[in-house]
């Protein structure tokens, strides 16, 4: 099974997880557990997006080092970090994109 991101990550999403109701979860699919393979397979690719996007950011304020001495307190990192802590879980956002139809999969053997 493929998943294709349809558009980009909505980062207007509340952060805590709210109840959903199942039926709606299957409609899209059919099945209560091919629903969660496409929603947890989208919620990877939203982790590696995630995770690269803050990686490159926190490298523009890297310095290499050598001793634990010389290590300083940056606060545009700490910034950077405390702004991606706030983001919901990448499986919250997956089965928002999921429920808003945001998310384009297919069957192996479908065209």
Do not use: C, W
């Amino acid at each position: 099974m493929s998943i294709v991101k349809k558009k980009s990550i909505a980062m207007n999403i509340p952060a805590q997880a709210e109840t959903r109701n199942i039926t709606k979860i299957i409609e899209k699919t059919g099945n209560l557990y091919e629903s969660l393979v496409v929603i947890g397979k989208r919620a990877n690719q939203i982790h590696v997006e995630i995770k690269d996007e803050l990686h490159s950011k926190l490298e523009e304020f890297a310095t290499n080092v050598d001793t634990l001495e010389e290590v300083n307190e940056n606060r545009e990192q700490i910034e950077i970090s405390k702004a991606y802590e706030k983001l919901p879980n990448p499986v919250i956002l997956a089965l928002h994109e999921f429920s808003e139809g945001k998310i384009y999969f297919r069957r192996e053997g479908e065209e």
